[in-house]
């Protein structure tokens, strides 16, 4: 199993102490989100981790208790976009994310810190101008501390619409995807970085750019040291590439409110919400009612156990983090 640190909202920055609390306690209870009173149990031992893998942009909060994942594999997907407080309104001071970015790939490794640099929009004041030299500063900044940078064009999403009207967005063209394709790729490689694209399906490999994977095996089989055999996740869009995982977050929790994001549409809701959190209940948000019903959910290893016994090998240890 490979387990989503959570694309709903960003628990290193906001819930740590609940996640490590699960942890402890091998499991955890996650909503339906399409089905309110459905709700998975979500055993959340090693044997069955096969890697974690942390979406935030704020990874402070886990700089000290990095020990307390010495027995599973996890990277993290770290977003530092060029954006003020107007877009992501909660977000610190990009400074101090850059810092903790610095300083947790100093502890795990630049393999598995992954640079996010997304959704770009443009506007009259956020040109190709404008996010060419943010990108510079900040590739310059995390040079050595990353291997890859993560890009997307915003996509507007239903649930986000209302949000961000106040952008007066138009659609991203082709041109300007190939033209940021194509000064992107050329700033990361002075760096010593390469650009991959999320969730797109314009063609940007004549710059050097991939499509990535997000939830991405390769990577999963880079760390471990062990062969992964996993399908693409059915759930998410067509052109996404990522790989299955199971998400123990919830919508309408995530306290940056960025007024683009898609996992917060719900009004004042995450106000609601984080009122019902309890750092010690099963559930992120909230505990078990009466209507609830609960069922165990099925979770098993993507380690190819037929490679490792033909080759006589032991499951490799995460690295040590002192």
Not at 17 to 46: C, D, T
Not at 89 to 98: F, H, I, L
Not at 154 to 169: A, C, G, H, P, T
Not at 218 to 246: A, P, W, Y
Request: contains cysteine; positive net charge; aromatic residues 10%.
């Amino acid at each position: 199993m490979i387990l989503s640190v959570s694309r709903r909202t960003d628990i290193p920055a906001f819930y740590t102490e609940w996640f490590f609390n699960r942890l402890k306690e091998g499991y955890a209870l996650v909503r339906n989100p399409m089905s309110y009173h459905q709700v998975s149990r979500i055993k959340l031992s090693p044997d069955v981790i096969d890697c974690i893998v942390f979406w935030t942009k704020n990874p402070a909060k886990m700089l000290d208790k990095l020990n307390l994942l010495k027995d599973y594999n996890y990277y993290f997907q770290i977003t530092v976009n060029p954006y003020d407080r107007q877009i992501e309104r909660n977000v610190p001071d990009k400074e101090q994310v850059v810092e903790s970015f610095v300083k947790l790939s100093q502890l795990i490794g630049k393999k598995r810190t992954v640079w996010r640099y997304d959704p770009i929009f443009f506007t009259n004041r956020f040109d190709l101008e404008y996010h060419s030299k943010s990108f510079n500063k900040l590739a310059s900044k995390l040079k050595g501390h990353t291997e890859r940078c993560i890009i997307s064009f915003i996509d507007v999403y239903k649930k986000s619409e209302r949000n961000i009207k106040q952008l007066n967005l138009a659609a991203v063209s082709e041109r300007q995807m190939i033209e940021t394709g194509k000064v992107f790729s050329e700033i990361a490689a002075r760096y010593g970085m390469k650009v991959a694209t999320c969730s797109e399906y314009i063609d940007l490999s004549p710059f050097g750019i991939e499509h990535a994977k997000c939830i991405d095996d390769r990577l999963i089989s880079e760390i471990t040291g062990e062969s992964i055999i996993v399908k693409k996740d059915k759930n998410q869009r067509n052109v996404c590439g990522c790989v299955q995982s199971i998400d123990i977050g919830a919508y309408n929790t995530c306290h940056h409110e960025c007024i683009y994001c898609y996992a917060n549409f719900s009004g004042n809701s995450v106000d609601n919400n984080v009122l019902k959190h309890d750092p010690k209940s099963p559930m992120l948000i909230g505990s078990v009612e009466p209507d609830d019903i609960i069922r165990e959910r099925k979770t098993e290893s993507y380690r190819d156990m037929d490679c490792i016994r033909k080759k006589g090998q032991r499951r490799k240890k995460p690295p040590v983090v002192e």
